[in-house]
């Protein structure tokens, strides 16, 4: 009974390590082609809404964006989860390299022409519909 129970003992140190190994190994991702509409051609403003599906902040500031979308129907709304979807992850990271943005958090919105980002469930409802304001009129 004793060589059984150090043979049963070594089996499960190996599977625990085999396991640990599998999980802290680093996951290599493939880069995603990333490509940011230019909407100086277009004449769209384009509002990048990043979010995490279980971010308790993010989902008090959903409403809101939904209803600037119903108010601005001219407006391009992204509204992108950012923690499960690595191409809307790669989106978020390319847009802070290209726009020089150093923090990133959700949530998060970009409005590509004013280039500067909201964040947090105060700053997104008290600024955002006037940047959208300020952007239309510079697309008239």
């Not at 150090?6 to 996951?27: C, D, N, W």
């Amino acid at each position: 009974m004793d060589n059984t129970l150090k043979i049963i003992t070594g089996l499960f140190i190996v599977i625990l390590v085999a396991t640990a190994v599998f999980f802290i190994q680093p996951q290599q991702s493939v880069p995603i082609p990333i490509t940011i509409p230019d909407t100086s051609l277009t004449g769209n403003v384009t509002v990048y809404f990043f979010y995490g599906e279980e971010c308790p902040h993010c989902h008090n500031v959903i409403p809101f964006i939904q209803n600037l979308s119903i108010k601005y129907p001219d407006v391009d709304f992204q509204v992108l989860e950012t923690w499960h979807n690595e191409s809307n992850q790669a989106l978020f990271q390319s847009l802070h390299r290209k726009l020089g943005i150093q923090s990133a958090g959700v949530p998060e919105v970009i409005v590509i022409g004013n280039n500067t980002p909201l964040v947090g469930e105060r700053d997104i409802p008290s600024h955002l519909e006037s940047v959208i304001v300020e952007q239309l009129k510079k697309k008239q």
